[in-house]
């Protein structure tokens, strides 16, 4: 069975979702998307879609920015999103994309009289950083000031800073790239928040280091205090504090919770993956594939049974 998108306004195979060349989201970047994670649990035959309806506000909020006006509500993108999963049918992890777009076929930079739609599509995607522990370079590139683009949306055109930094990462030999914000501290990896493990606490940057505001940091953080007792401290990082850290990891809706063995080649603890992201990344695989029943409210069960 082919995969299906949902794409102005009815499901259609995704081969034949197809905008024209004069759509001014693909000319300008002005669009916004998420990353939302459906998990294929082989015991229950059931595909759980994480923090659903999460993403969607994410979403709402970055339309907002970018004067998108959206054509469903947040509960009727949900109930479009399990739809869409239903018919495509996987039998595997999957990634869903939704995307606002302004998709007037129009030239000329602006975000006003124009006018607005939304689709979304899922394909079958593992692991998006396919290691144990993942090499890390510090990129030359910086994460952009809120009032540049602000980064706590995912607007499409703000990820060409991103796309910078992954190439001249994997250029270098690394496998991830951590940018620093315009004032020198530790922000982000291209597609990643970080965190550290110093003293026993998490330490993660703040909101205003020209993050985003992940949904994978924020379940990792309730993890971390609701089952290990850890506290986290969202503060500056200066960049020194990465080579001295006890661990650091990665977390993203694509790359779920990764642990970094070296950053510029420089061993981070032992190298290989501390115990705190060991524990962290088990409980959060638990979680995202409905296997914990204390968390299954993050869960949005795609096939019906």
């Not at 930079?109 to 995607?125: G, M």
């Not at 800073?161 to 951590?178: C, L, Q, V, W």
């Not at 703040?206 to 506290?231: F, M, Q, Y």
Request: aromatic share 10%; with cysteine; proline share 5%.
């Amino acid at each position: 069975m082919p995969p299906f998108a949902y794409f102005q306004k009815k499901f259609v195979p995704l081969a034949e979702a197809k905008i024209s060349v004069m759509t001014h989201s693909l000319h300008y970047g002005t669009a916004v998307f998420e990353g939302i994670r459906g998990n294929w649990n082989s015991e229950q035959e059931q595909i759980y879609i994480f923090r659903l309806k999460e993403h969607y506000k994410r979403l709402e909020d970055g339309c907002r920015l970018l004067r998108i006006k959206l054509p469903h509500s947040i509960d009727e993108l949900c109930r479009i999103t399990v739809e869409l999963v239903r018919k495509c049918s996987f039998r595997e992890d999957i990634y869903i994309r939704p995307l606002a777009y302004k998709s007037s076929e129009a030239l000329g930079v602006r975000l006003h009289d124009l006018e607005d739609d939304f689709l979304v599509f899922a394909i079958p995607w593992g692991r998006y950083l396919d290691m144990d522990a993942c090499r890390c370079g510090i990129s030359s590139w910086r994460r952009p000031a809120d009032n540049v683009i602000p980064p706590s949306a995912k607007i499409t055109g703000l990820y060409v800073n991103n796309a910078f930094t992954k190439t001249e990462a994997m250029d270098k030999g690394f496998d991830e790239g951590i940018m620093l914000s315009p004032a020198g501290y530790v922000s982000e990896g291209s597609g990643e928040n970080i965190f550290l493990v110093i003293d026993g606490k998490l330490v993660t940057p703040p909101v205003n280091n020209s993050i985003l505001v992940g949904i994978t940091r924020d379940t990792v953080i309730k993890l971390a205090k609701n089952e290990l007792g850890i506290e986290t401290i969202e503060r500056p990082i200066d960049l020194a504090e990465l080579y001295t850290a006890d661990e650091c990891f990665l977390t993203g809706t694509a790359a779920h919770v990764t642990p970094i063995a070296e950053i510029e080649n420089r061993k981070i603890g032992n190298g290989k993956v501390g115990e705190v992201a060991g524990s962290l990344q088990k409980l959060y695989f638990e979680v995202i594939k409905g296997d914990n029943p204390r968390y299954i409210g993050w869960c949005t069960p795609a096939y019906e049974k």
